[in-house]
């Protein structure tokens, strides 16, 4: 298909770049303690970031000026890849860390998380197959169900790591392509109640979930143990106030707050930067969701149009789920916070579908 090529949106690219940017300067100020207990170097996390932030603005460019319709003959290959990659989690190639094994590496080396590529990959998948099948999609049995397959079996590997938050992100993502594929409403709303089935069933039947259920309704009575970390997380939002204690102010970085650079580092931007900063980060990804479905609506093609709403939404679903755990108003599941968390994998992924969504944005109209 040839195409006219124009720039990207810039609107996006700013948008992005402006989370990075606030994402490498909250990594050093919540992990700069850290890094000196542990590292002897107050900058160990803050360098890691920078390089991998390097790198994944690299691959973006890169991606950005392929013609992504070329890129569709790889959607079902880098599939194929995630799926395998995912199963070799569970082999000796498998790292684990804190109960989970969500890693490959090789002789205890960290490459990278699975499932951070499979969320590109589902998106890449889902928009080449039913692009394909458009005509079927009003069907159950030929247009819907072959797609709960590939969730049953995308899903249930990362639930075996375990990871529920990525879980709920690519389940949700899948659900979301569906409606804009232009699925019955009659069908979706059977599948949701069937997956909110098969969430409860997964919460109950392992006990450190239904524990941090409990401790979500009411974190304070487990302030202890599994409702720690809401609760320092919620002590930290507090003290923000509306400006903020100030940047690398914070006392709950001291020790306090778990994870403080990585899950829970919306929680350290709250407390130095206040209500201030925490609405203009929530901000700039309201723009991002904004600009990514025009660039949806706009797609000269069936395949960006699915494509870019489903890396629109896989990027904004784990945005909401993190903000919403750091907040409270979610269970603890572990997820990070796109563009801003520490995580080189995470990053350079993450990068990756905005090199894309650029990449679209440079056909529309």
């Not at 590292?39 to 973006?60: E, H, P, V």
């Not at 600009?291 to 629109?312: C, Q, V, Y």
Request: charged share 15%.
């Amino acid at each position: 298909m040839r195409l006219k090529k124009g720039p990207p949106d810039f609107v996006l690219f700013i948008t992005v770049m402006g989370l990075l940017g606030i994402g490498l300067i909250m990594v050093f100020s919540s992990s700069a303690i850290t890094s000196y207990v542990d590292y002897n170097d107050r900058y160990y996390f803050f360098k890691r970031q920078l390089l991998w932030a390097a790198i994944s603005i690299a691959f973006m460019i890169i991606i950005m000026k392929i013609n992504y319709v070329r890129l569709k003959a790889f959607a079902v290959p880098i599939m194929v890849t995630a799926i395998i990659c995912l199963i070799l989690v569970k082999t000796p190639l498998g790292i684990g860390a804190k109960g989970s094994e969500r890693w490959l590496g090789i002789g205890g080396l960290r490459l990278f998380a699975p499932s951070e590529l499979v969320k590109l990959a589902i998106c890449m998948f889902m928009a080449k197959t039913l692009e394909i099948h458009l005509d079927k999609i009003k069907s159950f049995f030929r247009g819907v169900l072959p797609f709960l397959g590939i969730l049953a079996v995308v899903c249930g590997l990362i639930m075996a790591q375990p990871d529920l938050g990525t879980s709920f992100v690519v389940a949700a993502t899948i659900f979301f392509m569906l409606i804009v594929a232009g699925a019955k409403w009659s069908h979706l709303l059977g599948i949701a109640g069937v997956g909110m089935a098969a969430v409860l069933a997964a919460i109950f039947t392992a006990a450190y979930r239904a524990e941090r259920l409990m401790a979500w309704i009411n974190p304070f009575k487990y302030a202890k143990d599994e409702g720690y970390q809401t609760v320092q997380s919620l002590y930290a939002l507090g003290s923000g106030g509306l400006f903020g204690m100030g940047l690398g102010l914070s006392r709950q970085k001291f020790f306090y707050l778990p994870e403080q650079h990585t899950d829970f580092i919306f929680a350290i931007l709250g407390e130095e930067l206040g209500f201030i900063g925490v609405s203009l980060v929530i901000g700039l990804f309201l723009l991002f969701v904004w600009r990514g479905f025009r660039i949806a609506i706009k797609a000269p093609d069936t395949f960006g149009t699915l494509l870019a709403a489903g890396l629109t939404a896989s990027i904004a679903f784990q945005a909401a789920i993190n903000i919403g755990v750091v907040c409270g108003a979610l269970p603890v599941t572990g997820i990070t916070l796109p563009f801003i968390s520490y995580g080189g994998s995470s990053l350079l992924f993450t990068m990756s579908e905005i090199g894309l969504l650029l990449n679209i944005s440079r056909y529309c109209d």
